[in-house]
């Protein structure tokens, strides 16, 4: 009984997880379609340590621009 409680707290918290992922991605989203194209296709092309957007927001970046026909 022991290794079904374990496994469904394992899957449990990875689905916890797994949500705050999306959650994140879907609030990144909403503030990047707001940006311009000019800012998006800036972010996209931005390099260095400090002020540098994560590869997850330039993959958003380059999906919206693909929506807007923009890319």
Partial sequence: MGFWKTA???AK?????L?????E????KMRLESKNS?????L???EGFFGSAS????SIAVKI???RGDA
């Fill in 55 to 58: 590869s997850i927001e330039k």
């Fill in 8 to 10: 469904g707290q394992i």
């Fill in 65 to 67: 621009l693909k929506e």
């Fill in 19 to 23: 949500e705050k992922q999306v959650n």
């Fill in 44 to 46: 996209i092309k931005s």
């Fill in 13 to 17: 918290g990875a689905a916890n997880a």
């Fill in 25 to 28: 991605m879907q609030a990144t």
């Fill in 38 to 42: 000019n800012d998006l296709k800036r």
